[in-house]
Antibody
Framework: EVQLVQSGAEVKKPGESLKISCEGS????????IGWVRQMPGKGLEWMGI????????KYYPSFQGQVTISADKSITTAYLQWSSLKASDTAMYFC?????????????WGKGTTVTVSS | QSALTQPRSVSGSPGQSVTISCTGTSSDVGGYNYVSWYQQHPGKAPKLMIYDVSKRPSGVPDRFSGSKSGNTASLTISGLQAEDEADYYC??????????FGGGTKLTVL
């Protein structure tokens, strides 16, 4: 079964760093783009960026460039989303998703989401 | 880049059909045949319903169909059922390996 398993909920203070994870299984992890989608409380989906684990090529949506870092460790089939200094506005649910098709244009497998709460 | 434009809400009675529109620009929806649609129930992860404008993944009922004309894509749900009540999001490829979502549409089954 193809699945993405995300790490558990996090509660952090502003200024702290954080790295959340997404482990893929049941498919060739190095042959599909995998990316992250943000959903702030009560709001819609926002596409953040993707990484191709085969060669670590990474693309970011402009508004997220420089705000987060996407990485992957293909040896353990895991993708990561990282912040160096969290803000209260980073409070959200974060989904990872496998991207398929030409240019990885659609998201066919999703993780269940990781809730990140940033509060002093 | 701005989010694609969707109606905030639509509604229909069981058995009826509803259509959700998704308007972008020639840089996203109009420029590529790479529009996808996602269904999200409260507290759940999104689910792929349509990809490449009009293709249905295995397991998605044929009551769901997609189309595109110019800079506007549409999702039509025919024979509405109670379980179709959810939020729906369109997403388009926008070049340079980036994508953009619509703001989401809440479907209410009356």
């Amino acid at each position: 079964e193809v699945q993405l398993v995300q790490s558990g909920a996090e509660v952090k203070k502003p200024g702290e760093s954080l790295k959340i994870s997404c482990e893929g299984s049941g498919y060739d992890f190095t042959s599909y783009w995998i990316g992250w989608v943000r959903q702030m409380p009560g709001k819609g989906l926002e596409w953040m960026g993707i990484i191709y684990p085969g060669d670590s090529d990474t693309k970011y949506y402009p508004s997220f460039q420089g705000q987060v870092t996407i990485s992957a460790d293909k040896s353990i089939t895991t993708a990561y989303l990282q912040w160096s200094s969290l803000k209260a506005s980073d409070t959200a649910m974060y989904f990872c998703a496998r991207h398929s098709g030409n240019y990885g244009n659609y998201m066919d497998v999703w993780g269940k989401g990781t809730t990140v709460t940033v509060s002093s | 880049q701005s989010a694609l434009t969707q109606p905030r809400s639509v509604s229909g009675s069981p058995g009826q059909s509803v259509t959700i529109s998704c308007t972008g620009t020639s840089s996203d929806v109009g420029g590529y045949n790479y529009v996808s649609w996602y269904q999200q129930h409260p507290g759940k992860a999104p689910k792929l319903m349509i990809y490449d404008v009009s293709k249905r993944p295995s397991g998605v009922p044929d009551r769901f169909s997609g189309s595109k004309s110019g800079n506007t894509a549409s999702l039509t749900i025919s024979g509405l059922q109670a379980e179709d009540e959810a939020d729906y999001y369109c997403c388009s490829y926008a070049g340079s390996y980036t994508r953009v979502f619509g703001g989401g549409t809440k479907l209410t089954v009356l």
